[in-house]
């Protein structure tokens, strides 16, 4: 699943857990982390030396939870945001996930939240119980108050008056309707459906191919009382090359309709994180803005090598 979806199933995390005894103790961390991939600041970071050295820089991080203190330190370094601290060692029913958060603004503490999976999907409500940007450096940590069954599933958060601009996925098993439907009812004059229904192929695969016209006056871009972009335009979209939001949807506006395009004339995708972080956001940009549905979205291309190699790799032997 992880291959084909990139979310982790239940057993590549309970693999990832320690002994029910350690998890009663104190808060652990869960690290994500699955393929070999060459990074290692999580081992390098630790105080207490509890990730183990890595002999090579691809390894994958092995943990020792006797020597962990759940401090989170790890969790700030991860570039992929792949650490992840819960405890489960309150014993009254509830526990708390602290996730890595790369967002501006951060959430107050004290607020109600919807929770999300590693999927994306709306699973429940959180309370955000500590907001610890850092003091010096590394991603802010924020803490939820979740139920202790959930512990394993939540991974992300929206604020509830955001939740009408996220695109949930249409996944089984998700109480996302409900939730949503209680938020449009809090503020029915002005919320959008959370939900995107997917008009063209709902309940009919023979639908024509849609229009790739894109609607200039629907995709006008959000402007504030001054006439200036709002943050959700500055939003940047590509990180590693720091492209906007508003970067994209001029590009797509201009016609570059697939994520390759984009890709080639903006060099989002390009970075370090090869278009994992970006890639998905750019497609989710180009259905709206075109009307097509998000499935029919390819990626972009992938060649390998898929990870760095050194020189010698290709030349046989010589670094030269
Ligand atoms: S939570 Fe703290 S002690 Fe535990 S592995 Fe991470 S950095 Fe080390
Ligand atoms: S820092 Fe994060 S992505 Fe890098 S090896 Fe550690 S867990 Fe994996």
Same mark, same amino acid.
Request: aromatic share 6%; charged share 35%; with cysteine.
């Given at each position: 699943m992880l291959t084909t979806t990139g979310v982790a199933d239940n057993n590549l995390i309970q693999r990832c857990l320690p002994s029910p005894s350690r998890r009663a103790l104190r808060p652990y961390p869960v690290i994500e982390c699955f393929q070999e991939i060459p990074c290692n600041p999580c081992s390098t970071s630790c105080p207490f030396h509890a990730i183990l050295p890595m002999d090579s820089i691809h390894d994958i991080p092995v943990l020792d939870f006797d020597k962990c203190t759940g401090c989170g330190a790890c969790a700030r370094v991860c570039p992929g945001l792949a650490i992840f601290i819960v405890d489960e060692s309150r014993g009254?029913?509830?526990?708390?996930?602290?996730?890595?958060?790369?967002?501006?603004p951060l959430p107050q503490k004290g607020?109600?939240?919807?929770?999300?999976d590693r999927a994306g999907c709306v699973i429940g409500e959180g309370t955000v119980v500590r907001v610890s940007p850092g003091k010096t450096s590394g991603t802010p940590l924020v803490t939820l108050n979740v139920p202790i069954e959930q512990v394993h599933d939540v991974r992300f958060f929206c604020s509830k008056e955001r939740a009408d601009r996220f695109v949930l996925l249409n996944t089984a098993e998700t109480i996302s309707d409900k939730i949503i439907l209680s938020a449009i009812d809090d503020d029915s004059d002005t919320a959008v459906p959370a939900i995107v229904e997917?008009?063209?192929?709902?309940?009919?695969?023979e639908s024509p191919p849609v229009s790739k016209n894109i609607d200039?006056?629907?995709?006008?871009?959000?402007?504030?009382?001054?006439?200036?972009?709002?943050?959700?335009?500055?939003?940047?979209?590509c990180r590693c090359e720091g492209i906007t939001?508003?970067?994209?949807?001029?590009? =797509? *506006?201009?016609?570059?309709?697939?994520? !390759? %395009?984009?890709?080639?004339?903006?060099?989002?995708?390009?970075?370090?994180?090869?278009?994992?972080?970006?890639?998905p956001l750019i497609a989710d940009e180009i259905a709206r803005m075109t009307g097509q549905s998000?499935?029919?979205?390819?990626?972009?291309?992938?060649?390998?090598?898929?990870?760095?190699?050194? =020189? *010698?790799?290709?030349?046989?032997?010589? !670094? %030269?």
């Open positions: 009254d029913g509830t526990g708390s996930v602290s996730l890595p958060y790369e967002f501006c607020e109600i939240v919807f929770t999300m997917d008009d063209n192929n709902a309940g009919n695969e200039n006056e629907k995709n006008e871009r959000e402007r504030d009382d001054n006439g200036n972009d709002t943050d959700e335009d500055e939003a940047i979209i939001r508003r970067e994209i949807r001029e590009l =797509i *506006a201009e016609g570059y309709t697939t994520v !390759d %395009e984009i890709k080639r004339i903006s060099r989002s995708g390009m970075g370090p994180c090869q278009a994992r972080t970006c890639g998000r499935d029919s979205i390819q990626p972009s291309m992938h060649r390998p090598p898929v990870v760095a190699q050194p =020189i *010698a790799f290709f030349t046989g032997g010589d !670094d %030269e």
